[in-house]
């Protein structure tokens, strides 16, 4: 969880990734939290930069009790969020003939299901703010066949869709939802 201000005025921003997600996520996590290999320098960039020291906080996206926590800690520590990026994701290679049941529920739940949780934690919050956005890591795997990515091709496909279902409820209250799909 970061506090940050940006050049579009936002002042929260909530970013949820993991280790194993794309280079380009644990780039924003890591110059967002202050974690990983050139996580001190980023944060004093970071704290140069804005006058504010970048906070985290470890949350495991497979579990609810972990996702409202970190949303209240982020209320708590601030009042709202104005922007949530989902980016916790992972991968894998296997053949559908050799996935096991556990490969394909274990991409799922973190790349899909974690995504859906933490919108449908937020997206309350800032419903009834009538403000905010949230970005969604999909992938061209989403819509792009790959050997041996049948799992996290049909979360990321997932992702979209969940994107755009949310986007079209979230609308009307002034927030949206919206997806990058990096290759």
Same mark, same amino acid.
């Given at each position: 969880? !970061?506090?940050? $201000?940006?050049?579009?005025?936002?002042?929260? +921003?909530? =970013?949820?990734?993991? =280790? @194993?997600?794309?280079?380009?996520? #644990?780039?924003?996590?890591? =110059?967002?939290?202050?974690?990983?290999?050139?996580?001190?320098?980023?944060?004093?960039?970071?704290?140069?930069?804005?006058?504010? #020291?970048?906070?985290?906080?470890?949350?495991? *996206?497979?579990? $609810?009790?972990?996702?409202?926590?970190? *949303?209240?800690?982020?209320?708590?520590?601030?009042?709202?969020?104005?922007? +949530?990026?989902?980016?916790?994701? +992972?991968?894998?290679?296997?053949?559908?003939? %050799?996935? &096991?049941? %556990?490969?394909?529920?274990?991409?799922?739940?973190?790349? +899909?299901?974690? &995504?859906?949780?933490? &919108?449908?934690?937020?997206?309350?919050?800032?419903? !009834?703010?009538? !403000?905010?956005?949230?970005?969604?890591?999909?992938? *061209?795997?989403?819509?792009?066949?790959?050997?041996? $990515?049948?799992?996290? !091709?049909?979360?990321?496909?997932? *992702?979209?869709?969940?994107?755009?279902? @949310?986007?079209?409820?979230?609308?009307?209250?002034?927030?949206?939802?919206?997806?990058?799909?990096?290759?």
């Amino acid at each position: 969880v !970061a506090h940050m $201000q940006d050049q579009l005025g936002f002042e929260h +921003l909530f =970013e949820c990734g993991t =280790e @194993s997600g794309n280079q380009r996520g #644990r780039q924003i996590g890591n =110059e967002a939290h202050g974690v990983g290999q050139h996580g001190l320098r980023a944060a004093e960039k970071i704290e140069r930069e804005t006058g504010v #020291r970048p906070g985290y906080q470890l949350c495991d *996206v497979t579990q $609810q009790a972990q996702v409202d926590a970190l *949303v209240r800690a982020a209320l708590d520590a601030w009042g709202h969020v104005d922007v +949530l990026v989902n980016n916790a994701g +992972l991968g894998g290679y296997a053949k559908v003939v %050799e996935m &096991t049941d %556990e490969q394909w529920s274990k991409v799922l739940d973190v790349t +899909l299901t974690g &995504t859906f949780r933490m &919108t449908r934690a937020m997206l309350p919050h800032m419903i !009834a703010r009538r !403000a905010g956005a949230i970005v969604n890591n999909a992938s *061209v795997l989403g819509w792009r066949a790959q050997e041996g $990515q049948s799992h996290y !091709a049909a979360a990321k496909a997932g *992702v979209m869709a969940l994107t755009r279902c @949310s986007a079209m409820e979230a609308a009307a209250h002034g927030v949206r939802v919206n997806a990058v799909s990096p290759s």
